[in-house]
């Protein structure tokens, strides 16, 4: 027994060594693209190591290229059309630690032309933000697309949302306060939720009275997870992962309670941005870039097996983490390297919320998305 024990966990430990760092490779079933609009997949996005630059990545697709940290193509028109995507992913000795596949659906780019739809978009201080609503505003005015209506109580004009900084999906499920805006001009209630029968209650059908003259919206997108799961430790993370989609089970299950025919899509996270920097800048040491680059990666997975691949549900998985340069487009600040010396250098001043550049490739993401939905009408 002592022999076996033994020879079990050299097989374990030799596994291990053969996957650096415990290398773990998410690739989305499909990346959803539309000609004119650059597609992306950042390799450091897509698998769960502290240092991809110390592996090689192969990508094997009959269009786009490969570059140092990234796969990118911009389709044409006429390449409208599935295209397959294999990667494969090797240690510095080229020995293959991990390996998958995933297609690029490009989607016609007159999709949904000329049709009116309406679109509740749901999230946190991203969504509330405004700018990836903005961009996807104005990508669906160019011609070739639908006429888009945002609904919400948050924004004005044209950019309207359910987007409130600091939100979780129990907030949205459970938050009940004697005023739907505080004194301080917060929100102070979840605003699916009604008094029903004396006490509050999930009721999206009031919902749409308010917001869309009594009818579901066409599509629902949700963006949520980072403030359910950030602070997790990797003792808690199932906990919290799970938590987390307990309750955005309990939401998308009102939505399609009252409006089955709804094209719903699940956001991924995005992951921080590339450097401790970023994290030390807005908390300190309360929590480390690459614990939470973990609970995202855990979020993305989990996601995708809760609600991936379920389209005849009207259920979708946006894979907009493949598609974020979280090098790049994220805010930076020059500052001097420390306090004896003149030279200033660039630091990531904020680990969670993009640049304008991030944001716009999240309404990217998001466009491509939602032409894809409209092309299944």
Known sequence: MRLICLLLTLALCSALRAQPGGVRLLLPPEIPAVPGREVNLYFDNVVLHPRSDLLLFDVDCPRGMQQQERFVWTPKPEDVGVFGLALRVHDLNDKLVAEGKTKIHVYAPDAGAGKAVTALIVGDSLTAAMVYTDELVKLMATPGNPQLTLIGNNGTGALRNEGYGGWTAQR???????????????RGRSPFLFEVGGKPALDFQKYCDVQNAGK???VITILLGCNDTFNA?????????????RHLDTLIAEFHRISPDTKIGV??????????????????CAQTRWQYRRNVHRVIEKTTERYGEREGENLFVVPAYVNFDSVHNVPTVEVPANARNDVKIIRQNNDVHPAASGYRQLADSLYCWMKGTLSRQ
């Not at 499920?173 to 004697?178: F, H, K, N, Y």
């Not at 003792?235 to 799970?242: G, P, R």
Request: glycine share 10%; net charge negative; proline share 10%.
């Open 172 to 186: 949205f499920v459970t938050l009940w306060g004697p005023d739907a805006i505080t004194p301080e001009g917060r």
């Open 216 to 218: 579901g919206p066409d």
């Open 233 to 245: 430790r990797e003792s808690a993370l199932e906990a919290a992962v799970d938590d987390f989609l």
């Open 267 to 284: 956001i991924t996270l995005l992951p921080p941005a590339s450097s401790q920097d970023s994290s030390g800048a807005v908390v300190g």
